[in-house]
């Protein structure tokens, strides 16, 4: 179990702060990286003609279909 510090003039402690920032950021990106893969798997799950209605090219249709397609960052 954690306890946060605090300082004199009431707020958290910049190492505490730090820590708990650090923690958000990685929960947040390992959040974003599930998401990413559900997305990934849906996409995977569709035929070839309903990605092409939705934008897809060829190359990124055949990069999905081989397990090689990254999704763009933000």
Avoid at 9 to 17: K, N, V
Avoid at 27 to 52: N, S
Wanted: aromatic share 6%.
């Amino acid at each position: 179990m954690s306890t946060l510090v605090a300082d004199a003039r009431g707020g958290i402690a910049p190492a505490a702060e730090a820590k708990a920032r650090r923690f958000f950021d990685r929960y947040a990106r390992a959040r974003e990286i599930a998401a990413r893969r559900r997305v990934v798997a849906y996409l995977a799950a569709q035929t070839d003609e309903r990605l092409a209605g939705l934008g897809f090219g060829a190359a990124e249709i055949g990069a999905l279909r081989r397990g090689e397609l990254k999704l763009p960052a933000r």
